[in-house]
């Protein structure tokens, strides 16, 4: 559910403004990203969670991405989340090439989405 509403308040963004286009890269609005992986991946490829950067999902085994993203991103201050996605660098293919379900796709989306309109996530509206 975080990752629908996540995309919907994008779309809300774009339409107000604060979000020229979802063409844009993620460091135009999140210039903590530059020179990451991430930061160079256009928002539409991080809506459709086809950012191309490596991130395994494996739930069962504790030294996995998502295992990694949770922890640092819950047992951390709020810049937790921005230094956790930063770890994922590396990139598989090039972005909206293939579709790879990745959490920390939404949490780059939360960030860009935070940075962008100058409010948290869970701001009331």
């Known amino acids: 559910m975080a990752k629908t509403i996540t995309a919907l308040l994008i779309g809300i963004a774009v339409k107000e403004g ?14 903590d ?27 069962w085994d504790s030294p996995s991405d ?14 937790g989340s921005l230094q956790a996605v930063k770890r994922f660098n ?5 972005p909206g090439q293939l579709f790879n379900y990745s ?3 939404t949490v780059v989306l939360g960030l860009v989405l935070a940075s962008a309109t100058a ?7």
């Open 33 to 59: 990203l530059k020179g990451t992986e991430y930061g160079r991946t256009p928002i539409k490829a991080l809506l459709q969670m086809s950012s191309g950067v490596a991130f395994s999902k494996v739930y």
């Open 103 to 105: 959490s920390a796709e």
């Open 18 to 31: 604060a979000i020229r286009s979802i063409d844009d890269l993620a460091k135009i609005y999140l210039p």
């Open 66 to 79: 998502i295992w990694t993203l949770r922890r640092l991103t819950t047992q951390q201050e709020p810049e």
């Open 90 to 94: 590396r990139r598989n293919v090039q």
């Open 119 to 125: 409010r948290k996530m869970g701001d009331g509206c």
